[in-house]
């Protein structure tokens, strides 16, 4: 079967996650402080302990999420099934095992599911926000899921 897109829209404004394991938040917080012009475009959200750096750091008001372990990372999820979030930057440590890391994978998939513009390491995070797409409207397709959930079960 043919599979059916649907386009939705980003605006403009952006609504962007940031989140990073604690080996990785001193990159993330040199990016975002380095970025901080055109991070100021945009509504900023975050787990709750990369959130709190963040606000220090930039002094930007950030939107916290509970902190990663304690359910964080399925906060930042529910909220792209909602499409409630445009954009992910989350710098995950590949280093280290992580007590959540089932939430983490879901975070990421569920990123995945629904096209959600993803950096995983400063040079991704580079590329999306050199990007023209990163302070203008952006069209995206996304799966057309009408069809996944009108199947029948029985
Ligand atoms: O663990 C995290 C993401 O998986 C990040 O959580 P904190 O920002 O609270 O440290």
């Not at 897109?5 to 917080?29: C, F, G, M, T």
């Not at 990016?31 to 991070?39: E, G, I, R």
Request: hydrophobic share 40%.
């Amino acid at each position: 079967m043919a599979i059916k897109y649907k386009e939705v829209i980003l605006p403009e404004r952006k609504k962007i996650v940031l989140i990073a394991h604690d080996n990785k938040k001193k990159e993330l917080l040199d990016w975002a402080v380095l970025h901080s012009d055109k991070l100021a475009d945009h509504e900023l959200y975050a787990t709750g302990t990369t959130g709190k750096l963040l606000e220090r750091e930039t002094g930007f008001k950030v939107t916290c999420f509970e902190s990663g372990p304690l359910g964080g990372d399925m906060q930042a999820g529910a909220h792209i099934a909602e499409g409630k979030l445009d954009l992910v930057l989350f710098f995950w440590d590949p280093l280290a095992a992580q007590p959540h890391d089932p939430d983490v994978r879901a975070l990421l998939r569920v990123a995945v599911v629904w096209n959600v513009p993803l950096a995983c390491n400063r040079s991704s995070a580079d590329f999306l926000i050199s990007s023209p797409y990163f302070s203008c409207e952006y069209k995206k397709q996304i799966t057309d899921f009408s069809v996944y959930k009108g199947r029948k079960t029985e």
